[in-house]
């Protein structure tokens, strides 16, 4: 028998050092390892690679098996016979020869594309198994095999630092002489190609035409672009489509609809989702779970997630084709309408939450599914027919825009009003524009804004849309700074809603109209409505508008002179507001303890915390109301009479350059948090973990803001935090500190 069959040269080692070894080192421990994942994630070269790296350890060879050409599950022993070139005989078992040649040879087999003839594969690597003892497999496949014993070892997308090597080495190799692509270049075209090597090396083929800034360009239209490569290849691997219609044909029927209607999500999607959608299969009881089981099974969808609901992904690349075939198949008007439809419903089902005890999960859900949201509403911005659901989607979703996103929760209502035909629905969108317009301190937008809601909600005679529209107006006033106006409109809305009976209303109407008292010196009647509506919350279990009320809490306190006691309470919101990962009230809370330090004379103190809120309102695009910048003079006015122009500078710009978890830290009284100490250079926060881990999977700054849902210039400031921090200059150190700290703790 020969040695082996291992090709010669054998592709560069590029990448994936560590898995090689510890792959390597399974494979001379275990019997078989199953390499399973997605077309084009460069399985086989693992594969390869890890055989050629362990060779020495198989004295009798290694011989590869590529069974991609073969037709016909029967035609496996005779490929795995002709690779040992084993004699076969006729008239007698195929399988029992090639056990007969090797039942006392050490050899790794290496069965390169198992997945379309499986059965047959694990019938006859079961036979070798139990009948050759020193044999080893190495087999890839984009599903288990099944066999007793065998490892499943999962291949995931390449790292950053990964995908840039192997970009960098075969642009060397495809381009030689010509221009070595950049960094920036360099990490945006490995991350529009999903860390995948058969995408990143055709990718770097084209480089012999285009410049790597052309290249980065043109992939948008991946499938276009990635048409050229290795002509010695599989036809296969020729080209990006052909490795996606490969797996696509190996699919049963239910299967591929399965993956055309699933492309229509972006960034995840659950299973009731997807049964919303897939309106083909939904007619048969389990047909959409077995066919995305069997997409799990064929690595097409991933399922990150341990715990919990479970959630399904795409990589970028297998959905985009995904919406190919399903533009094909003239199937995507009705899967966007029906996306649309599906996430209508999740809004009306998350709006009643957003004032009750499962506000944080329901944060979290429609967190989750930000890109899906982001989908449905540019679907029906485009299509007039949906314009109007689309408004309904927008406007449920107010308390999630408000925490996290009110740009663009104001930029989707902007966008939706304009040609809604539905007086409900553009009643309702009326208001919460208003809302988002004074949660910004855009009170000047917000004030026409809710007159307008008023009117229309009148117009179409709905009581409780006109409660709700009167009291938003009021506290638009109160934002504005036109105090008496501001308690004789919320005065309003409190009778209205005592009328109605209606608790959530009253609760939320008193705290405002307090708040308005509280500015006009009103005190005892303001704590009196104080007490009314945190009492309220509570038996309500609505912790954002509890929060709310320890701040108006906090205020009145502050004006009445009992500093101890406001900074208790306002740190009791800040707290509730970090549970919450409510970025706007955190900074009200900062903003707040900032004036009452400061007028107890803790200047210093004061305007750390006043530069932290203000750099934190920067970034999320807001500005102070009218209101609240008045009792903001008034208080910087005080710290420049005792510290001087040059110190109230500098602890503004300290206080700026806090992380959200050091501020809040340094809020709450912990000195460790300070902007004068010394920090350890792996200080992060847990945002600026996730985006440093985002950076080494080889994401843009552009890509990440829509990955978390924030503008991509917070995502700008994180990471110019994160070289701060760690005394970086590039994004490629950052990915490999992420890679370092992952080997350090045995990941």
């Keep these: ?83 040992l070139a084993v004699t076969v005989r006729p008239r007698r078992d195929m399988a029992a020869q090639i056990s007969d040649a090797l039942r006392t040879k050490h050899v790794l087999l290496i069965l390169d594309n198992c997945e379309h003839v499986a059965a047959e594969m694990a019938g006859l690597i079961d ?21 007793a014993g065998e490892r499943v070892w999962s291949v995931p997308p390449m790292t950053a630092r990964e995908a840039i090597e192997l970009f960098g080495a075969r642009a060397a190799m495809s381009a030689p002489g010509h221009t070595e692509p950049s960094e920036a270049d360099a990490v945006e075209i490995c991350g529009r190609l999903d860390g995948m090597p058969l995408a990143i090396e055709l990718a770097a083929a084209r480089l012999k035409t285009l410049s790597p800034s052309q290249l980065a360009a043109r992939l948008t239209n991946r499938f276009d672009v990635l048409t050229t490569g290795d002509r010695q290849a599989q036809p296969r691997q020729r080209t990006l489509i052909a490795t996606m219609d490969w797996s696509y044909e190996l699919l049963s029927r239910e299967a591929r609809t399965a993956w055309r209607f699933a492309s229509v999500f972006v960034g995840g999607f659950g299973l009731e989702a997807i049964e919303s959608v897939s309106h083909e299969l939904a ?33 970028e690349t297998v959905r985009e084709y995904g919406l190919l075939k399903l533009a094909e198949a003239g199937e995507d008007g009705e899967a966007e309408s029906r996306h649309l439809r599906w996430f209508v419903a999740l809004g009306l089902r998350a709006e009643p939450e957003w004032r009750g005890p499962n506000q944080q999960r329901w944060l979290g859900r429609v967190t989750a599914d930000l890109g899906n949201i982001r989908a449905a509403l540019e679907f029906g911005r485009r299509d007039p027919a949906y314009r109007n659901d689309a408004l309904r989607l927008a406007s449920s979703l107010w308390l999630g825009w408000q925490t996290r996103h009110a740009s663009e929760g104001r930029m989707w209502l902007e966008r939706l009003l304009d040609g809604a035909t539905d007086g409900r629905a553009r009643a309702y969108g009326l208001n919460v524009a208003g809302f988002l317009a004074y949660v910004q301190g855009d009170s000047t937008a917000a004030v026409p804004l809710l007159e307008e809601s008023v009117r229309v909600s009148s117009a179409i005679g709905e009581p409780a849309a006109v409660n709700l529209s009167v009291m938003r107006y009021g506290i638009a006033l109160l934002y504005d700074n036109r105090l008496a106006e501001s308690v004789e409109v919320l005065t ?38 104080h007490r009314e509506s945190l009492v309220l919350k509570q038996q309500q279990g609505d912790r954002w508008h509890i929060a709310l009320s320890h701040f108006g809490i906090g205020l009145l306190e502050w004006m009445q002179g009992a500093y101890d006691s406001a900074v208790e309470a306002l740190r009791q919101s800040l707290t509730l507001r970090r549970d919450l990962d409510e970025e706007w009230g955190i900074s009200k809370s900062l903003e707040g303890l900032g004036w009452v330090e400061i007028s107890r004379g803790r200047c210093t103190r004061g305007l750390v915390l006043l530069g932290a809120s203000s750099g934190f309102n920067e970034r999320l695009g807001i500005v102070l109301s009218k209101n609240y910048q008045v009792l903001h003079d008034r208080s910087i006015g005080m710290a420049r009479k005792k510290l001087g122009e040059v110190e109230l500078r500098t602890m503004w710009r300290q206080g700026g350059k806090l992380s959200v978890d ?35 999977g080889g994401m843009t700054n552009r890509s990440i803001a829509r990955r978390l849902g924030v503008a991509e210039r917070t995502i700008d400031a994180h990471v110019e935090h994160l070289m701060n921090k760690l005394g970086y200059r590039s994004r490629s150190q950052i990915a490999a500190w992420v890679t370092s700290r992952g080997s350090e703790s045995g990941n």
Aim: proline share 6%.
């Design 1 to 83: 028998m020969a040695q082996g069959n291992l090709p010669h040269p054998l592709t560069s080692f590029v990448g994936r050092r560590t898995q090689i070894r510890q792959i390597g080192a399974l494979v001379a421990s275990e019997r078989l390892i199953t390499l399973v994942g997605p077309g084009g994630c460069g399985k086989s070269r693992l594969g390869l690679q890890v055989a050629a790296a362990h060779a020495a350890t198989f004295p009798d060879g290694v011989f590869v098996v590529e069974l991609a050409p073969i037709g016909t599950a029967p035609m496996v022993p005779r490929a795995v016979a002709d690779a």
């Design 662 to 696: 050091d501020a809040i830290a340094y809020a709450l009284g912990d000195e460790r948090g300070a902007p004068s100490k010394s920090k350890p250079r792996d200080a992060i926060s847990k945002r600026e973990h996730e985006v440093a881990g985002l950076i080494a």
């Design 127 to 147: 036979s070798l198994l139990r009948g050759c003892p020193r044999v080893h497999v190495l087999a890839t496949s984009r599903i288990a095999l099944g066999v």
């Design 492 to 529: 309003d809305a409190v009778a209205r809603y005592r009328k109605a009976r209606d608790r959530i209303g009253i609760y939320v109407a008193a705290y405002e109209l307090a708040e308005a008292l509280t500015m006009i010196g009103d005190y005892e009647a303001a704590w009196s409505l």
């Design 283 to 315: 007619a048969h009881p389990s047909a959409v779970l077995d066919a995305i089981t069997e997409l799990v099974d064929n690595s097409i969808v991933s399922v990150p997630g341990t715990t919990g609901d479970r959630r399904f992904q795409m990589l």
